[in-house]
């Protein structure tokens, strides 16, 4: 869900730039120039561009789609579309947006030094031991060898394998043996490697206790944290978000802690969804800060961001986890929309008879169900989801 964060502009940008811009902003940048801001694009050259962005820039949303050459050239025509804050559109675009941010002297990103900590795990932990905060036990690397050496070194009972790069959708991986690690290393480094062009991957500590979603908005050096998830996963996959109370012990504790992660990563403007591990005795400890392009996007333009008024009652997004590649069965479909009572909104392109892929990550998840009501109530609601699911919701595919 958006983050319901509104923060004001210190003055109203005349245009915006794009940097390496994802499919997805398409219709908030169509949103933004509708209502009188100027976008323009700036793309990368394809020979630095991961396999998997195969999306072409749509030129019609743009005034102007720059194909970034050289520093020089780029600014040249940045600074003709007086351009007063640059985005990143994508965590491949970071770099480049705080660069430009930083010559022209307007909204962006942070410190161009510092940009590889507000997109790589491993650069996170480093950022965060280096400011004396709590950071799991990490190692950076792109050799199997090296990682199976450091763990044995480590001797931990267990450890979590993710993709350095926090933009990609793979998911991290529980690994408790040797065996474990090499059986993950293999298909997390191909997607690392397809999604972000980075192959490399980040061994980390498992951290003991809840994890939590804490999404904040960044202006001018200034954070505000919005909504606060509990997350629950089943084998790897999130399988519920379950929100938490802002008025609670635990949504202070996470606010509190989130400051001074967030001036340790570097971050002077932008969205941000950051995963926090609370381990008793511990506290709270970064696990990963993912940039959120759109919601970037509307920060830096002081455009309200899109969200719901936040709800008294108990809130829980049910991710929907298809066992295999299929399509919706119509009627267990109706069902599943006419017997929640707790049913407020359906995220995704969710329909009777669409096509569903194996839910492997959060972004082959065929929908989210947004439940709001009594915790009861939501409780039988999740459990007839899951019924629905394992009783033929996902009909195979006829062949």
């Not at 319901?4 to 390496?20: C, E, K, Q, R």
């Not at 749509?58 to 050459?69: C, K, L, R, S």
């Not at 040249?76 to 990143?88: E, I």
């Not at 961001?305 to 298809?322: H, Y």
């Amino acid at each position: 869900m958006p983050t319901n964060i509104t923060m004001p502009a210190t003055h109203s940008p005349s245009t915006v730039a794009v940097v390496a811009p994802h499919g997805d902003l398409t219709p908030t940048v169509r949103d933004l120039t509708s209502k009188g801001w100027n976008a323009v694009a700036v793309t990368l050259p394809s020979h630095t561009q991961p396999l998997a962005a195969t999306d072409p820039t749509p030129h019609d949303t743009y005034a102007e789609v720059i194909a970034h050459g050289s520093a020089r050239r780029t600014l040249a025509r940045l600074h003709r579309h007086h351009t007063s804050a640059v985005v990143a559109g994508s965590a491949a675009g970071v770099e480049l947006a705080d660069t430009l941010a930083a010559r022209l002297e307007v909204a962006g990103g942070g410190d161009p030094a510092t940009s590889s900590a507000r997109c790589d795990r491993g650069e996170q932990a480093a950022a965060l031991a280096a400011a004396g905060l709590a950071a799991p036990r990490s190692l950076r690397t792109t050799s199997l060898l090296t990682a199976l050496r450091w763990a044995r070194f480590c001797q931990l009972s267990a450890y979590v394998l993710a993709p350095a790069d926090t933009s990609v959708a793979g998911p991290a991986r529980l690994c408790r043996t040797q065996a474990d690690l090499s059986l993950a290393w293999r298909a997390l480094r191909r997607a690392a490697r397809r999604q972000s062009g980075n192959g490399h991957l980040v061994l980390q500590e498992a951290l003991a206790g809840g994890q939590y979603l804490v999404h904040t908005v960044t202006r001018g050096g200034r954070h505000q944290v919005g909504e606060i998830w509990a997350e629950t996963r089943t084998n790897g996959v999130t399988d519920r978000l379950d929100a938490v109370p802002s008025s609670g012990m635990l949504a202070r504790a996470l606010r509190f802690a989130m400051l001074p992660i967030l001036d340790a990563l570097g971050v002077q403007d932008g969205a941000y969804r950051s995963r926090i591990a609370y381990t008793p005795g511990r506290g709270p400890t970064l696990l990963s800060a993912r940039l959120e392009p759109s919601q970037t996007l509307l920060a830096l333009t002081g455009t309200p961001v899109p969200a719901p008024p936040r709800a008294q009652l108990p809130t829980t997004q049910v991710a929907l986890i298809a066992p295999h590649d299929g399509v919706i069965d119509p009627g267990r479909f109706r069902a599943l929309t006419s017997s929640l009572s707790t049913l407020s909104r359906i995220l995704g392109p969710l329909h009777a008879g669409c096509a569903v892929a194996r839910t492997v990550s959060r972004l082959t998840s065929p929908g989210t169900l947004i439940l709001t009501g009594g915790s009861h109530a939501i409780a039988e609601d999740y459990r007839r989801i899951r019924r629905l699911e394992a009783d033929g919701l996902y009909a195979r595919s006829a062949s």
